[in-house]
């Protein structure tokens, strides 16, 4: 069965960095958009970046533009996120996923929809604290 495994979260003081990896067994990632989701205590699961396979153009939520950044890392067949000046609020599990499809779903205002849950990872832990 194909499964996401997401890594590097950690404990991370407020106005950190960290770098959050996305890999998966058996697929080339560059074929697909890719998609970071995160679901924090409490709260609805949030889309929080895509990258496009169609034309690599990424996405992100309002919440995190500016901060975060989606790239690919074609060498270790990974879709990396960035995460700079981190706020609490961004305490999370983090998630990577797709739907196999080349473009970044999103719905009418422009939020980035999770996929199913059929290929989810266990998730990065992210806490933000100090």
């Known amino acids: 069965q194909v499964q996401f495994v997401e890594s590097g979260g950690g404990l991370v003081q407020p106005g950190g960095s960290l770098r959050l990896s996305c890999k998966v067994t058996?697929?080339?990632?560059?074929?697909?958009?890719i998609i970071w989701f995160r679901q924090a205590p409490g709260k609805e699961r949030e889309g929080v970046a895509c990258v496009a396979s169609s034309d690599g153009t990424t996405y992100y939520a309002d919440s995190v533009k500016g901060r975060f950044k989606i790239f690919r890392d074609r060498a270790e067949n990974a879709v990396d996120l960035q995460l700079r000046s981190l706020k609490a609020e961004n305490t999370a599990v983090y998630y990577c996923?797709?739907?196999?499809?080349?473009?970044?779903?999103?719905?009418?205002?422009?939020?980035?929809?999770?996929?199913?849950?059929?290929?989810w990872g266990q998730g990065t832990q992210v806490t933000v604290s100090s």
């Open positions: 058996g697929y080339t990632l560059e074929y697909y958009a």
């Open positions: 996923a797709s739907d196999w499809s080349y473009n970044c779903p999103r719905d009418k205002n422009q939020t980035i929809l999770i996929p199913e849950p059929g290929y």
